[in-house]
């Protein structure tokens, strides 16, 4: 992908974004990097079948809209947290948490895909030299826990 295509392919996103204003996504949750309110699910936006390599050489691949929305976040939090979504399946991440442990002694959970992780690590890296690790780990962890939070509550 050129870099001459970014802005292009930004104001797509943001269409699409605008044009469904009442559509429940990752995409508008993640550019904002908060949570809001519950809307109704309708119609996802459409997205782009071309993919994008997160970082060169490690085969890890995103849809070219999900990699303009990650380009445009304002912090390295927010960028972990649009790629997180995009690389991994819903289903992956509600039974994952980064490393697989457990915090408070209960059951373990399924670690994430080191190479995957690895890939998310370096692309924000890339982006943003002056974060700290850890701080892309405790966005990882936190993003899957808001995430199953948000899943447990649509079926309590």
Not at 71 to 100: I, K, Y
């Amino acid at each position: 992908m050129l870099i001459t295509e970014l802005p292009n392919l930004i104001t797509q996103v943001k269409t699409a974004i605008n044009s469904t204003s009442s559509a429940s996504s990752n995409i508008s949750t993640d550019l904002e990097c908060g949570s809001s309110p519950q809307a109704p699910k309708a119609a996802a936006p459409p997205t782009s079948t071309e993919k994008v390599e997160i970082y060169p050489g490690t085969s890890t691949y995103v849809d070219s809209l999900a990699w303009a929305v990650a380009q445009n976040a304002n912090s390295a939090s927010c960028f972990v947290r649009s790629l997180l979504t995009s690389v991994f399946p819903m289903e992956t991440l509600l039974v994952s948490n980064l490393r697989g442990t457990s915090r408070d002694g209960g059951s373990n959970r399924q670690p994430l895909d080191k190479a995957k992780v690895n890939a998310i690590y370096r692309a924000t890296l890339l982006k943003w030299p002056h974060v700290v690790p850890s701080s892309i780990g405790a966005a990882i962890n936190a993003k899957l826990t808001e995430i199953r939070a948000k899943n447990k509550k649509d079926y309590v």
